[in-house]
T-cell receptor, first 117, second 116 residues
């Protein structure tokens, strides 16, 4: 069964709206979670690394003020797309990794399809 | 230079046959890990198999096996006895190093279509 839950699955909203996406690890604690963005027929691009209790680490070119990340607990990270515009429409997907060594894979949520009108 | 290269945009295979999906990588770190993920049309990313750089044997998980050729820096995924449900996008990914956040870098993916 799923070990990482992501919510919501779909969001359609007006331009200028802020949208919050949640990512939860269901049966393990994750001090680190990852947020990716995927455009149609393209690969996953890492946006930021979410760290429990501290500031997120953003990849080059990702606007920190645009994509707010909060990792308030060991099982929950949120991504807020602030003042979303049509160009922010994309598939956003999170992942979390169990602790316990380099062999642990990242487990992914089911993703969120965001459409900004 | 691309860290992960998947040169096959699409592959076709008949049901019950085996198929190999190519992946080459580029790193100077002696410790790294290679992952394969499957992404069906619904979007979720499903972990399939892992190979560590120091692993002596090729990884296997059920019908999935990884043909790891370290000198050639390749980590091809072999799917045996293909099934219709194997139709999906397949991504190769690499983790560099053993410390830090252990981020993954993904290839561009290969779309596999299994026909009856």
């Amino acid at each position: 069964g799923a070990v990482v839950s992501q919510h919501p699955s779909w969001v359609i909203c007006k331009s200028g709206t802020s949208v919050k996406i949640e990512c939860r690890s269901l049966d393990f604690q994750a001090t680190t979670m990852f947020w990716y963005r995927q455009f149609p027929k393209q690969s996953l691009m890492l946006m930021a690394t979410s760290n429990e209790g501290s500031k997120a680490t953003y990849e080059q070119g990702v606007e920190k003020d645009k994509f707010l990340i909060n990792h308030a607990s060991l099982t929950l990270s949120t991504l807020t797309v602030t003042s979303a515009h049509p160009e922010d429409s994309s598939f956003y997907i999170c992942s979390a990794r169990r602790q316990g060594g380099k062999y642990q894979p990242q487990h992914f949520g089911d993703g969120t399809r965001l459409s900004i009108l | 230079a691309q860290k992960i290269t998947q040169t096959q945009p699409g592959m076709f295979v008949q049901e019950k046959e085996a198929v190999t999906l190519d992946c080459t990588y580029d790193t100077s770190d002696p410790s790294y890990g290679l992952f394969w993920y499957k992404q069906p049309s619904s979007g979720e990313m499903i972990f399939l198999i892992y190979q560590g750089s120091y692993d002596q044997q090729n990884a296997t998980e059920g019908r999935y096996s990884l043909n790891f050729q370290k000198a050639r820096k390749s980590a091809n995924l072999v799917i045996s006895a293909s099934q219709l449900g194997d139709s999906a996008m397949y991504f190769c990914a690499m983790r560099e190093g053993d410390t830090g956040f252990q981020k993954l870098v993904f290839g561009t993916g290969t779309r596999l279509l299994v026909s009856p």
